[in-house]
């Protein structure tokens, strides 16, 4: 059985953790961790996806397992930082897979660099302005300073976004994962990502019209976190996209894992190419 694997690479000067599944595929799946998981939210997908294409799942840095850079904890900057990783890795022409966090960031990819990924998967990501957001995630991005976060202890906020993974049974080495990764001011500082919404999104929302790649937006449809006001804006402003939303909250790729692998499988395996 094909498993994840992480080891470290360094990309543009940061180590980044990364697992692979080469099965001499001609198609590429990268997949970016949501936040405040790792690239472990894909163990239940991984076997049932590596049969569709290699995998290269990644850490982004200052999430997960990977080193932090400041100056990269901003959508824009993320996906800047994503097309160095390709570059640097020889990746050609990859479909991705950006969820929660992740999702602004391959928009910003793909309308700042055309062409260089062949198609988005993305969901479970802030994108609307003015903001559409709630519980916890409204919260932290509106409190005036992080020092109340700071003064908490990490795995308590952690193991309270964890709750909600409505019916997937997180393995053990995938929660202790999770857990360790926010530790010490990882999670205070990763936080600083969804602070930049604010003036972020504005620019994302005036290059959403120019964006050519063909876009399969994820929703789940009760997500307290990311309502799903944010894929009917994307889907809405995108030119070339598809909606699908979910039975399911936030953590839609470990909840709905069968429905989520297939019809990502489709996607990569050619719907993407009928998105008018």
């Not at 999430?63 to 990783?85: I, K, N, Y």
């Not at 409204?138 to 795995?155: G, H, M």
Request: with cysteine; net charge negative; proline share 8%.
């Amino acid at each position: 059985m094909n498993t994840i694997a992480p080891s470290y690479q360094p990309v543009d000067g940061v180590d980044v953790r990364v697992a692979r599944s080469d099965g001499g595929h001609d198609r590429t799946l990268i997949l970016t961790c949501p936040w405040p998981e790792s690239l472990y939210a894909f163990e239940s997908t991984w076997s049932a996806l590596s049969e569709q294409a290699n995998l290269v799942a990644v850490d982004l840095p200052g999430f997960g397992g990977s080193q932090r850079r400041d100056e990269l904890l901003t959508p824009r900057m993320m996906g800047a930082f994503l097309v160095r990783l390709m570059d640097q890795w020889g990746i050609e022409a990859p479909h991705l897979f950006g969820p929660d966090v992740g999702t602004a960031a391959a928009l910003f990819l793909a309308a700042q660099h055309p062409g260089r990924v062949r198609s988005l998967i993305v969901g479970s990501g802030a994108v609307a302005f003015p903001l559409r957001i709630g519980g916890a995630l409204k919260d932290l991005v509106e409190a005036p300073d992080l020092a109340p976060i700071a003064a908490l202890d990490p795995r308590d906020l952690v193991s309270g976004s964890l709750d909600l993974v409505e019916k997937y049974a997180l393995s053990p080495e995938a929660r202790a994962d999770y857990l360790a990764s926010y530790l010490g001011d990882r999670f205070t500082e990763s936080s600083r990502y969804v602070r930049s919404y604010d003036s972020e999104l504005p620019v994302l929302a005036d290059l959403l019209p120019e964006v050519r790649t063909p876009v399969l937006v994820l929703q789940g449809d009760h997500d307290p976190y990311v309502p799903p006001a944010n894929a009917q804006y994307l889907h809405g402003r995108l030119p070339h996209s598809r909606l699908h939303e979910f039975d399911a909250g936030h953590f839609f790729w470990e909840d709905k894992g069968d429905e989520f692998a297939a019809l990502v499988s489709a996607w990569i395996g050619g719907q993407y190419r009928d998105v008018g």
